[in-house]
């Protein structure tokens, strides 16, 4: 009963990522021609903001189910140096909205062996994660370099009210802490778990830990090619 069990919901989590896209698809057509008729406004605004959080939770769940089913993707060499740099440049105007700055040393040239597609993606949860959870008026450090033939990727921030769990329990699937601590911050549970499906699909590791100094850091470590 338990493998059924696991195997019902894996298919459900396939399933509906799958089916939920085509009702978002016509959603976001259907805002983007009402703006056309009458121009954009706050309402339509707040759709196109919740179509994108959406579509970030289905790609994520898309993610985990391809893990637990062992599929497998054609690998390419990826210049994961260009892709947290240019993330990183992506991610500085919303961070200026809480007064944060990206305090960022990236080593160039670095290549691992993965799908550009979900190295984006893993770039993407890691430093949004980091933004999401940061103190306003504070710096977000991301470091890139090449260490014992592996590429290290850490990404810190200060976080005045840590985590009221051990730092591994975050990548677990549908994990929040305690949401009364974070006012309203805190996501699905999802996007550190298709963080750790994604690295591990490249043979490396993550793990996360709390600081002294009141901020929480994420180390990745990938075999460079």
């Not at 259907?30 to 703006?35: F, I, S």
């Not at 196109?48 to 189910?65: F, P």
């Not at 993330?87 to 062996?113: C, H, L, W």
């Amino acid at each position: 009963p338990i493998i059924d069990n696991m195997e019902m919901q894996k298919n459900f989590i396939t399933n509906a990522s799958h089916e939920l896209k085509t009702p978002l698809a016509v959603i976001q057509s259907n805002t983007e021609a009402l703006e056309l008729y009458n121009g954009d406004n706050k309402w339509t605004n707040n759709i196109k903001d919740q179509i994108k959080n959406l579509s970030v939770l289905l790609n994520n769940m898309l993610t985990l189910a391809k893990a637990q089913e062992g599929t497998s993707m054609k690998k390419e060499n990826i210049d994961v140096s260009n892709v947290i740099r240019e993330y990183v440049k992506s991610f500085i105007e919303p961070a200026r909205q809480k007064n944060v700055t990206f305090s960022d040393m990236i080593e160039e040239g670095m290549t691992i062996k993965g799908t550009t597609a979900q190295a984006v993606q893993l770039v993407s949860i890691i430093l949004g994660n980091a933004l999401k959870y940061c103190d306003n008026d504070s710096v977000i450090n991301v470091e890139a370099f090449s260490a014992d033939r592996n590429m290290v990727m850490k990404v810190s921030n200060a976080c005045s009210v840590l985590p009221d769990c051990e730092p591994e329990r975050l990548f677990e699937r549908f994990y929040r802490p305690d949401s009364t601590r974070y006012s309203g911050k805190y996501g699905n549970g999802i996007g550190l778990s298709a963080a750790r499906a994604i690295v591990e699909s490249f043979g490396g590791t993550i793990s996360c830990d709390y600081e002294d100094d009141n901020r929480i850091l994420f180390t990745i470590i990938i075999k460079k090619m």
